[in-house]
């Protein structure tokens, strides 16, 4: 052996070090469900986050795989970004127009989701309208009245003697819910809730040419604009990705909006707390993760029911605790103050506190890796959405409908009880919450600068303007 070889063999390869939980996360009950994770080898996204090397052709968006000629890859050429650009994919298409499409599917990709959502709600708007299912009901006809203008539903008819009378709010909430889900078939014209936006920002989409015509009919563009030799104009695709994201935005998400405040009521300041210190050892602990409120309404409500606060007493809990995580977790948190276990990071190491007996998902930002860090514990995932369904780990699926939504929530609030008594391992919940104000709706925050007759947005507006409120930070899920 060479002196070099002996030299090279007698180095021992230096195990690295995990960055400390501090260095990964601020949170103090973060840092706690970290190092517990470790020491029991229970995998989460700290740890993934280590390991994942992002490609660097990827990273810049310039990997395109929309054809099967594909995938081309187009890493940075010499002399970088600034250097002359040559690539080409193999139909020719240059790094600026991979980016762009790759830009503009994740747009559609966003657009679809949140929008899908919307959809969800319309439906389940309608049945309620129509009174399909008992489980829903029009609840806020002040807000009904307020939208049904805007998607020119009238409000009003005219008597016999030439009076103004009300129209039947039955009617009119019907008209609505079919007005507000034709928004997503719509093909020609303008989603009807973009004409809310600020008559300046609205003339400003109409001279661009960025209103959108109907919520699916801009994501599908999208979808066919980015295949292989359509748009190639990085230009021209970037804007059709406006287009998309006003339908989305003005129309899939506004919408949905609404017509949750129309059947769950509008939201009002609320109190609560937040963090992984909400969840009680000695309760049952329903952890809901997702993003749509239809499901969790019912399992608020579900929850509350003597007979299966009566079986969880039966088990030896003291009560139910409910928590979200997520944007399931904002809805129930400011129309019914249910705390927030933690947010989208934190989803894996609730279930490592021990103390969650099921985490029940629908659609949206739910980690696969639940289902395994779950494998480690005794916490049950109920997965509730057909479009959303995980493989991995022992996850259950008890399919939630709306017509039969309340009979599906007592099944899922059941199976969490009975889980209750399976808890093996040690339960170490972080002693870290803090307390908080929810419900700062548009109605809300209306109704508190003015009241119930003279509420306005002038008097925010005024000193924004005039300078005294330097700016307004929105925390967005
Ligand atoms: S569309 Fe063009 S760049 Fe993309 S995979 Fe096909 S040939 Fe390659």
Redesign the pocket.
């Known amino acids: 052996m060479t002196a070099e070889e002996v030299k090279k063999k007698s180095v021992v390869k230096k195990e690295k070090k995990p960055p400390r939980p501090e260095d990964l996360a601020i949170d103090v009950a973060s840092q706690e469900m970290i190092v517990r994770s470790r020491e029991m080898g229970v995998e989460t996204i700290f740890d993934r986050a280590q390991t994942m090397k992002a490609c660097n052709i990827g990273a810049q968006g310039t990997c395109?795989?929309?054809?099967s000629?594909?995938?081309?890859r187009l890493p940075l050429p010499k002399g970088g970004i600034e250097g002359e650009d040559t690539r080409k994919?193999?139909?020719g298409?240059t790094a600026q127009t991979?980016a762009a499409r790759n830009f503009a599917r994740m747009v559609a990709a966003g657009a679809a989701a949140h929008s899908d959502h919307g959809r969800g709600v319309a439906e389940t708007f309608l049945a309620a309208a129509r009174k399909e299912t008992k489980d829903y009901k029009i609840k806020d006809t002040k807000k009904l009245l307020q939208i049904a203008p805007d998607f020119g539903v009238d409000i009003t008819v005219e008597g016999k003697d030439g009076e103004t009378l009300m129209r039947d709010m039955d009617e009119i909430a019907v008209e609505v819910g079919e007005a507000a889900l034709a928004q997503w078939g719509q093909q020609q014209g303008e989603v009807c809730t973009v004409k809310r936006a600020p008559a300046p920002r609205y003339e400003l989409w109409k001279k661009l040419g960025v209103i959108p015509r109907g919520i699916d009919r801009e994501i599908v563009e999208i979808m066919h604009r980015t295949h292989?030799g359509v748009d190639q104009h990085y230009e021209n695709l970037v804007e059709q990705c406006s287009r998309a994201a006003i339908a989305d935005g003005w129309g899939g998400s506004m919408i949905a909006t609404d017509l949750q405040d129309v059947m769950f009521g509008c939201p009002y300041p609320v109190k609560s707390s937040a963090n992984l210190g909400v969840l009680r050892e000695d309760h049952v602990n329903i952890v809901i993760h997702g993003h749509e409120p239809l499901l969790s309404e019912m399992i608020v409500q579900a929850a509350e029911l003597p007979e299966l606060l009566d079986l969880a007493n039966k088990k030896g809990a003291k009560g139910i605790q409910l928590s979200g995580i997520c944007c399931t977790a904002n809805e129930i948190l400011m129309r019914h103050g249910v705390p927030l276990c933690g947010d989208y990071l934190q989803q894996e190491l609730a279930i490592v506190t021990g103390a969650v007996d099921a985490m029940v998902v629908d659609v949206q930002c739910i980690m696969e890796s639940v289902a395994n860090v779950a494998q480690c514990f005794h916490t049950k995932i109920i997965t509730t959405n057909p479009r959303a369904r995980i493989e991995s780990g022992d996850t259950i699926h008890i399919e939630f409908d709306e017509h039969t939504a309340f009979e599906d929530a007592k099944k899922i609030v059941r199976t969490a009880i009975e889980n209750f008594t399976k808890r093996e391992k040690e339960v170490i919940i972080p002693d870290v919450k803090q307390d908080l104000v929810a419900g700062f709706s548009y109605e809300a925050i209306e109704y508190h600068l003015g009241g119930t007759f003279r509420g306005s947005y002038y008097t925010l507006n005024d000193n924004i303007i005039n300078g005294r409120i330097r700016g307004i930070a929105g925390v967005v899920g």
């Open positions: 395109c795989k929309n054809c000629q594909g995938p081309c994919g193999l139909c298409a991979i292989m």
